[in-house]
């Protein structure tokens, strides 16, 4: 287990490149694998949550060539199920995304992952392939999942809207190539409309038109349809550059965040720049670098509907602002890698934050004075970067221990942190 040291800091500066995209980068692999010929993927995010997406479309058959940064995929219309059970890891996207395509795929398919992951329920997919024809097993709702393939007749149902986007996005990947039409409609509100709508970003560069209603409640998919070869360029992953932003608020420094691009891609969490600036926060946009000035940060009340990844490092912004910070209607955080409500309260906690977990959301007042401490990434990469991102400025070292789970989303992300001059040690 590694353990990373982090210092109180007075001034962080300088300039970092934000990592690449995890969300994009796992959708153009899967766009690309399933269309007949070359993709090229460049500036791909190599992290333990993309590879086992990587690997996970290699065993239905298409040809995946890495070379440093970028992949070359040679993509099958026509996959075939693996001999072995595919390991997807602790990555949920890998999952959610592969077990409607097993779908189509000829033979039958296990997909299982490692113990966070066969944590995480899965039951609300597989019922809603289930009103499609399609057979499907697990074990009491959750991982290893057993999917019959054969192909997707076409035809009606639905999935809730606020457990999980990635549901919905597994559903519009295998859903074009269905025999007849298929039909999806959203029970209740659809959380995470970003991601979803990243997903139809995707497909439409991959040539595949979806339906979409005013409100996002109904998805209409004509079936036979087939994805053409598409090159993509990943731009910047605003979710992992958010503890790097935030870094710089807490700290009242200021650094630039380069290939943080604004415009063209749906992009998840963007809206960190509008939240730090109602913080009080000074945000600069110019092309694709963003810069960060810290300065006398005030409390506010964050929506976490559609932004739920925010949720721990938004909390710990809240511990340095002037009074009390509301964060709701993030529930469903409590699937998360771990239940991200209880674990970034008691996290935050042991450093003296004057924290309050609710059923859906955090209550903070602040400002609070941090302590260093001994904490637990319960080996959540969020939670981990938000106690890093917290302890910059507390008294004191704090020690967080589990420190390698950011290798599944931004596996430089202490190195960058030392790089713009924080007190940041791995042992």
Known sequence: MVVATVGRT???????????SKSYTHRALIAASLGEGLSLIKNLLISDDTLATVSACRSFGPVLEQREDSITVKGLARWKAPSQPIECGESAATLRFMIPLAALAEGVTTLTGRKGLLRRPIEPLLQALRQLGVRCESLGGYPPVKVYGGGIAGGKTSIPGDVSSQYVSGLLFASPLAEGEVEIRILGSLESLPYVQLTLHVLERHGVKVGVSENHQLFTVSGGQSYRPQDHQVTGDFSSAAFLLAAAAITGSEIKVE???????????????????????AVVCEGLEVTVSGGELKAMEVDARHIPDLVPVCAALACYAEGETFIKNARRLRIKESDRLRTTASELAKMGAKIVEQEDGLKVEGPCKLRGAELDSHGDHRIAMACAVAALGAEGVTRIHGAECVSKSYPNFYMDLARLGGRVKLG
């Open 10 to 20: 007075e001034k962080l500066s300088g300039r970092v490149k934000a990592p690449p």
């Open 259 to 281: 290939n943080l691009d604004g415009s063209g891609v749906p992009h998840p969490d963007r809206e960190i720049l509008t939240l730090l600036k109602k913080m009080g926060a």
